[in-house]
């Protein structure tokens, strides 16, 4: 368990600057102080996204991909949890590892050609290579016996990993709780798609970071207050405020890492359409999903990097990096394209390609409207003058994170 001060990882005028900004964040048990926003400086001050970049990411589980994308022996997919290179490959035994990609001789990053199916890694500077279970196998113009010597002393480092649902979590932390009991609270959702044959699409990976903060982005995906106001004609079919109930959060345990909500649909089976939430659904309804799961849209946050949406049709994802105080690369069908887990016979329908023309046309219509939102958000995030706001509950166990305990499972929410 670490503490505030043993992470902050700077000296100086940086880490008073922390010191001042942890200062500031709500006792927990403050209830009045929960209807503020965080501290300006949350979200705008880089020494304050360093701090989490060195004290709160590595020690949280971050999604990087599906197993999809490394289907064969040697496959590999590049990655950067929390800013460090990492590469994920298949071994020849079945296995899916993770590694770091730094070469171990002068520091350069490994190349991976993603679904390559290469036997080796290799360093571009000198062309060390490295086989799938991370040991060094080739160093040119070295020796008989220094290469043998280097082999027998040279690996490159795991990394804990975990597949959760056909999801690659990576961890640069040893000693953090295992990732699957965390998200149990998400297993009842999953009943009934992948008895379906999910195939999954994984998103276009963006290469533009969105100019505003992870923390104002996944504010965003879990509030459900907005969307009757901001998403009008485009979330009306998915309301979360309904005569026989609307919006439920589920309750947050000790050793949670998931932040959920439901909302109703208005008729079940309905889905995204080229208009947003409606009905028919661009993808058809699965029809091994129980009544409950047809009825609702079921938002999942799995901070900081990741969202999932259970739909009556599909399963959609985003996967999300927080590069930068006021930088976060999104991958889905809202901002770039795909991030799907679809049945095999939805895939297989004829008119596929115009039912997901359709789907990314309704999810265009919604990102506009959010990217509008955010980005006033954001903009009054760094004013002096901006004004009080209803504070999710998933802020309060994040700040106690940073005061004290920066592990990912005390970043979550009561979320009552």
Known sequence: MMRKDSTIGTSG???DTIRRILALLPDGDDAAGWLRMLPAECYTDPAFFEFERLAVFPHAWICVGRVEQVPEAGDCLAADPAGEPVLVVRGRDGEVRAFSAVCRHRGAVLTCRSGSGERHLRCPVHFWSYDDAGNLVGAPRTG????????AEIRLPALRIAV???FIFINLDGEAPLLAPTLAKVEPFWQGYEAAGLVA??????DTPLPWNWKV????????????FVHRGTHDFAPSVHPDGGVRFTAMAPGDNAIVRTVPLLRPNGGMMAEGWGEPAAFPAIASLPPEQCARLVFVMLPPSMTLVFAPGAIAYTLIAPVGCEATMASSDRVTAGGWLLPKTTVALADFEQRKAAVLQGA???WAQDVRSISGCRRASGRALRRPAITRNWRRRWCNSTRGCCT???????AR
């Open 201 to 206: 699409m994984p998103p276009r990976m963006a």
């Open 408 to 414: 990912p499972t005390a970043m979550l929410p009561d």
């Open 144 to 151: 008989v016996e220094e290469l043998r010597r280097l082999r």
């Open 13 to 15: 005028a940086s880490a």
């Open 217 to 228: 982005h996944v504010e965003n995906f879990t509030d459900a207050y907005h969307p009757e």
């Open 164 to 166: 959760w649902h056909g």
């Open 364 to 366: 265009a219509k919604i």
